[in-house]
């Protein structure tokens, strides 16, 4: 049985720095991609950042490029999410998410196959 968790989610201020961190178990982590998706209140989600199994192809969504890194480490199967310079519309449920492909299209959050419940992340003014 696969499982996705997420942690790391909390209330930080703007400006200030956050790091997510998922977890995998019951599939072979270094075959899939991951990806990092969010969703704020009253918007549909979206898919904020993908890493390939190898680690060395990302892809970032323009609101977030040159703020967040996907880093993995695939020898504890851990997916992190490091958020710098934190804005008001940041805030969202984060979620971590699976594909046993390429990134490609990995804004499209009906790309993923094996999802987390999420976290929360709020951004104070």
């Known amino acids: 049985q696969v499982q996705v968790v997420e942690s790391g989610g909390g209330l930080v201020q703007a400006r200030g720095s956050l790091r997510l961190s998922c977890t995998a178990s019951g599939l072979t982590f270094d075959d899939y991609a991951m990806g990092w998706l969010r969703q704020a209140p009253g918007k549909e989600r979206e898919g904020v950042s993908c890493i390939s199994w190898s680690g060395r192809s990302t892809g970032y969504a323009a609101s977030v490029k040159g703020r967040f890194t996907i880093p993995r480490d695939n020898a504890k199967n851990t997916l992190y999410l490091q958020m710098d310079s934190l804005k008001l519309e940041d805030t969202a449920m984060y979620y971590c998410?699976?594909?046993?492909?390429?990134?490609?299209?990995?804004?499209?959050?009906?790309?993923?196959?094996?999802w987390g419940l999420g976290t929360q992340v709020t951004v104070s003014s």
């Open positions: 998410a699976a594909v046993p492909e390429p990134c490609g299209n990995y804004l499209d959050p009906g790309r993923y196959g094996y």
